[in-house]
Nanobody
Framework: QVQLVESGGGLVQAGGSLRLSCAAS????????MGWFRQAPGKEREFVAA????????VYANSVKGRFTISRDNAKNTVYLQMNSLKPDDTAVYSC??????????????????WGQGTQVTVSS
């Protein structure tokens, strides 16, 4: 089992920044590729970003490319999502996820084995 706990969400004005953190425990963190997803009210869960086990490979949704940065610190068992130039459309519950799958990175939720509870991000206009 892997336990994931997100933090860092909150209310921010459009154009502002937030950094989300996801702390992992329970298993060797570096054995898992990680991802961030978000879900807005009335919408399906949406892929945001993913990072490989070593951190060398990263992928982003087109909607956040150039504004968000995913990173990880395997010594701290933590994955981060730096969010800049936030827009009202970024408002959602953001969740991190871990996968032990054989691929490098995954953008589909079904590939992930463990999920955090999520943290609310609200961007005001």
């Amino acid at each position: 089992q892997v336990q994931l706990v997100e933090s860092g969400g909150g209310l921010v004005q459009a154009g502002g920044s937030l950094r989300l953190s996801c702390a992992a425990s329970g298993r060797t963190f570096s054995n898992y590729a990680m991802g961030w997803f978000r879900q807005a009210p009335g919408k399906e869960r949406e892929f945001v970003a993913a990072i490989s086990r070593s951190g060398a490979n990263r992928v982003y949704a087109n909607s956040v490319k150039g504004r968000f940065t995913i990173s990880r610190d395997n010594a701290k068992n933590t994955v981060y999502l730096q969010m800049n130039s936030l827009k009202p459309d970024d408002t959602a519950v953001y969740s991190c996820a871990a996968t032990s799958g054989p691929g490098i990175v995954y953008s589909t939720p079904i590939r992930y084995d463990y999920w955090g509870q999520g943290t609310q991000v609200t961007v005001s206009s």
